[in-house]
């Protein structure tokens, strides 16, 4: 990687370090690259500094850098945008996530019987990064890497639970709400209803709303670095209010687990 433009050859020009013992350039740079994330990948310069308190000038230098690095491109209208070098980083990182979540997902199908599943929310559509499957021969079955449109999914439930209802009824109005079967949530105002009903339960369910004859019962993973959810589906014989009720501590407790372990790889430990 080239050096940023901030360094000289001179001591007293060094890039001070970070509070935390790091690099400050590296971690401004970390912090603009998510700051344009949560604008939805696209912002000019002036937006950059109102959001992040850094002068014009730093902001321009570091913005400099990353483009030359292939991390941020400049649009033909001077603003910019996340680059496409990003997306084998971020395919990498979603890869190690399932890897890391396996080993609680087979705690959930050892004390379930059911099919454990691991999702992100990725732009507007949900995507599973890990699966442990039931070993029951009448089981759900999602494929890694499968993307589905969240509102008819448990897990797009608890992703956007507690996402603005301005910010939802802007992603159902890009994905529109196609029904998957007749259970199918397919009005803003019923989504958002349901939604509210998963911050007072703290847990959410597709009851035959994805595929009829399957039941999901999904919660989100706390303080995880990107927005994620793990769940339990099967068939709705098995997966029925009774088990929901026995299911959903399990399902919290080892997201927590989850997110400790998570926690723990991101400080290096």
Known sequence: MPPSAEHTTTPQAATPPAASGGVQSLERAFDLLERMADAGGEVGLSELSAASGLPLPTIHRLMRTLVSCGYVRQQPNRRYALGPRLIRLGESAARLLGTWARPYLARLVEETGETANMALLDGDE?????????????????????????????????LLAHTPDDQVRALLARTGMPAATEKTITTPEGFLEALAHVREAGYATDDNEQEIGVRCIA???????????????????????????KFVPLLHEVAGDLSTALASSGNGQ
Request: charged share 15%; glycine share 8%.
């Open 126 to 158: 949900v995507v599973y990064v890990a699966q442990v499957p039931s070993r029951h021969s009448m089981r759900m079955f999602t494929e890694v890497g499968r993307r589905v449109l969240p509102h008819s999914t448990g897990v797009g439930k608890v």
């Open 219 to 245: 919660v989100s993973v706390p303080d995880s670095p990107t927005s994620a959810a793990v769940s339990i589906s099967g068939p709705a014989g098995r997966v029925t209010d009774a088990a929901t009720d």
